[in-house]
């Protein structure tokens, strides 16, 4: 956990989060809390990490997403150096899909 952004603030927004229960729930906050370029780039984020822990191609990833190559990058260094935390919620989604 990265201690930069530990604090009581960084808590009781995930608090709130951890309050949503359906996905409409979520848009409407999400919705509320970000502007529609930070939702779409933080889709786009996790989609790319999706792609990648299904190997595939930088160029596979990029011609899907329109993920830059920075982007793609970036999210692979977090997949291989981070917390885990796309590696815990796409092991979830997964076992959720089985």
């Known amino acids: ?5 530990k604090n009581d603030t960084a808590d009781s927004l995930f608090d709130a989060i951890l ?3 359906t996905r409409e729930e979520c848009y ?8 529609v370029n930070e ?3 933080m889709s786009q984020r996790f989609e790319v990490a999706r ?5 595939n191609t930088y160029l596979e990833i990029a011609e899907k997403t329109g993920a830059s190559t920075a982007t793609i990058s970036r999210v692979n260094r977090s997949l291989n150096y981070g917390n885990d935390g796309y590696d ?5 989604m997964e076992q959720k899909d089985t």
Not at 88 to 92: E, K, P
């Open 39 to 41: 939702l779409l780039s």
């Open 19 to 21: 309050c949503l229960q």
């Open 28 to 35: 409407s906050f999400f919705e509320d809390l970000c502007t």
């Open 1 to 5: 956990m990265n201690k930069k952004i």
């Open 88 to 92: 815990l919620v796409l092991g979830r």
């Open 51 to 55: 792609m990648l822990k299904n190997h």
